[in-house]
């Protein structure tokens, strides 16, 4: 039986918890202060797939939503997704994953789409495209 990363109801954005993972410190900096004034319920940073993992561990049921970069040390995006979604018995196989990149190439995004994400953001994100596409997934959950 796979766990509900939904336990709590999420009906708009500002009730989500977010796992943002981007190993450059800047682009994490800006990305959660847009996060932070969009109002979401709570922010949670790595630098890396290992610490996602890490804090994912730790705060079971309060991550609703990663937005993940595609290229960072020790693990990469793709390998952070290929964890969540093959781990036997694990609880975050369903979590929503925003691709956060720099590529346009659409090989890159394929091998993305092919581990279920729930769309992308190119880098640099605008806080109007961050609303749209976390409204995007809010609404894909609720149905």
């Known amino acids: 039986m796979a766990a509900d990363t939904g ?6 954005i500002n009730d989500l918890g977010i796992l943002l993972i981007e190993d450059d410190s800047f682009t994490r900096a800006l990305i959660s202060r847009l996060l ?5 319920r709570r922010v949670f940073e790595a630098a890396d797939g290992v610490q996602a993992l890490d804090i994912l561990r730790q705060n079971p049921g309060e991550v609703d939503l990663a937005i993940c970069d ?4 020790r693990m990469s995006g793709l390998d952070l997704m290929h964890a969540l979604r093959t781990a036997t018995g694990n609880v975050l196989a369903d979590l929503p994953v925003i691709v956060l990149t720099g590529h346009r190439e659409a090989e890159i995004v394929k091998r993305a789409i092919a581990y279920g994400i729930s769309g992308y953001l190119v880098k ?10 976390l409204t995007f997934v809010v609404q894909q959950r609720q149905r």
């Open 7 to 12: 336990a709590r109801q999420v009906r708009k």
């Open 36 to 40: 932070h004034d969009i109002r979401v």
């Open 70 to 73: 595609l290229e960072m040390p």
């Open 124 to 133: 640099p994100v605008s806080k109007a495209d961050l609303t749209k596409r």
